[in-house]
């Protein structure tokens, strides 16, 4: 039977080490510093593992419509994955610095384009290396594999649907991942314009997670969601943030919590603003 489990201990994954069937994905990433991820990985990383960066490999060129980090094109990051020895069958695991923030992209990414075997490694690098793993400067050789994409667009909600009508985003019942400071409007260090889409819930991510980066207890993650979204799990609902990064990190509290996993606004905040009519709400 098919491990399903979306979370990984560092316990487990150090026997998973040497399985040519397994693959270990390094995603650390800088908003602030685009090349530091990179550079981290280059000095050490968890053996064997790849790297994959946030802006040239999880997302697609920026254009004058889209938010921050589009998707990629399909055929294109097929192609990556099968350079970097992912084919269809192959279980992955994911992982940044220590909260997952980009790690749940990349799981969500990996998912979209039809693998159903991504796990997380809970804590990421930050709990390797407090359980004592140790880490690695050499650079993986791996077999090219062949990996054919089955993108899954029902997972994907869009503004041109959202922007339609009022009726449009109420129901997509969208919960926003940032910070609560810039989702009232109160700062935005990120993008021109501050604030949030009308009918948009908060959750912020990081609220998912405890100090040391692993996720709370289902228990917690559903007293969150329920504050937001009521107690009915199986209600369609959609998840967003500035650029459809940390939105992601949502959608696995959710499956962690027993909730329907919503569909990803990809271009989010920094996309909806992209036209000066579309509504705002600050506070």
């Not at 390094?26 to 990179?38: E, M, S, T």
């Not at 959202?162 to 989702?183: E, H």
């Amino acid at each position: 039977m098919a491990d399903n489990a979306i979370l990984i201990s560092p316990q487990v994954l150090e026997t998973r080490l040497h399985n040519p069937d397994w693959a270990i994905v390094d995603c650390r990433f800088d908003l602030a510093k685009p090349a530091a991820g990179r550079e981290q990985y280059r000095r050490g990383h968890i053996p064997g593992a790849i790297y994959m960066d946030l802006d040239r490999d999880l997302a697609g060129p920026v254009g004058a419509e889209t938010g921050r980090h589009p998707l990629p094109d399909v055929d294109e990051f097929a192609a990556l994955l099968g350079a970097r020895s992912i084919g269809n069958a192959t279980t992955v695991v994911v992982y940044d610095a220590a909260n997952s923030a980009v790690a749940a992209r990349a799981w969500w990414l990996l998912r979209w384009m039809g693998l159903t075997r991504v796990k997380v490694l809970d804590g990421g690098l930050d709990a390797w290396m407090a359980d004592g793993f140790a880490l690695s400067d050499a650079l993986p050789e791996r077999t090219a594999a062949t990996f054919v994409a089955a993108p899954k667009w029902d997972r994907v909600v869009t503004t041109e649907v959202l922007a339609a009508n009022p009726g449009a985003l109420a129901d997509a019942r969208l919960v926003d991942a940032r910070d609560a400071a810039r989702f009232r409007g109160e700062v935005e260090p990120i993008d021109p314009v501050a604030g949030h889409i009308p009918g948009a819930r908060n959750l912020p991510f990081t609220d998912c997670v405890d100090s040391t980066g692993r996720w709370r207890e289902p228990v917690v993650l559903q007293a969150l969601l329920a504050a937001r979204l009521g107690e009915d799990r199986q209600q369609d609902w959609s998840v967003m943030c500035g650029s459809g990064v940390t939105a992601c990190h949502l959608a696995i509290s959710a499956l962690l919590a027993g909730y329907n996993e919503p569909r990803l606004y990809v271009g989010s905040w920094s996309e909806w603003i992209r036209d000066p009519g579309r509504p705002i709400e600050r506070a």
